[in-house]
Antibody
Framework: QVTLKESGPVLVKPTETLTLTCTVS??????????VSWIRQPPGKALEWLAH???????SYSTSLRSRLTISKDTSKSQVVLTMTNMDPVDTATYYC????????????WGQGTLVTVSS | DIQMTQSPSSLSASVGDRVTITCRAS??????LNWYQQKPGKAPKLLIY???SLQSGVPSRFSGSGSGADFTLTISSLQPEDFATYYC?????????FGQGTKVEIK
């Protein structure tokens, strides 16, 4: 059974760095056929793709957020970590992680999401 | 970045109606177009990948078509559980991008 679960702070202050962890089960981060993406959704707004990482350690980032994002993985812990620096209230959103098969490259399994609020 | 434009932004329909949502990319993305359904307070769910492949477990009333830059999601007979927001996403290149969503509401 494939599952993904996001964890991290519920509330961060402006200018702080956000660190989110996606813990996966039912598949391995060393599987050459799979990767993990991060996506966010501000309240009432559309989905926004943030980043992905594959077993080869290939990484890619949103163009507009590239300078603030870092994605990494710890295969032994089955975790993918996303850090976002210099948080701002406009970054308030539900953050999701999702699995990405190399074949087709769609987001086939999603975590439940975690709401992060940026406020002083 | 490839821009994805969905139309309409919202629509009202009745149970049993045939519903069509379109998605246009700012350049050719060949077949690399995916469709997701999202209900309030829930994570999105994959419906269609590579333009026309039905994800396992998704009812056959959902279908996708298109190639190049123009794509369509069709619901052949709208069911009560289909009232939701639908998003397209291109996976042709990075950064991956989503459409702005289409909300399907009850008429």
């Amino acid at each position: 059974q494939v599952t993904l679960k996001e964890s991290g702070p519920v509330l961060v202050k402006p200018t702080e760095t956000l660190t989110l962890t996606c813990t996966v089960s039912g598949f391995s981060l060393s599987n050459a056929e799979l990767g993990v993406s991060w996506i966010r959704q501000p309240p009432g707004k559309a989905l926004e793709w943030l980043a992905h990482i594959f077993s080869s350690d290939e990484k890619s980032y949103s163009t507009s957020l590239r300078s603030r994002l870092t994605i990494s993985k710890d295969t032994s812990k089955s975790q993918v970590v996303l850090t976002m620096t210099n948080m701002d209230p406009v970054d308030t959103a539900t953050y999701y992680c999702a699995r990405v098969p190399v074949r087709g490259l769609a987001l086939d399994y999603w975590g439940q999401g975690t709401l992060v609020t940026v406020s002083s | 970045d490839i821009q994805m434009t969905q139309s309409p932004s919202s629509l009202s329909a009745s149970v049993g109606d045939r519903v069509t949502i379109t998605c246009r990319a700012s350049q050719s993305i060949t077949k690399y177009l995916n469709w997701y359904q999202q209900k309030p307070g829930k994570a999105p769910k994959l419906l269609i990948y590579t333009a026309s492949s039905l994800q396992s477990g998704v009812p056959s009333r959902f279908s996708g078509s298109g190639s190049g830059a123009d794509f369509t999601l069709t619901i052949s007979s709208l069911q009560p559980e289909d009232f939701a927001t639908y998003y397209c996403q291109q996976s042709y290149n990075t950064p991956r991008t989503f459409g702005q969503g289409t909300k399907v509401e009850i008429k």
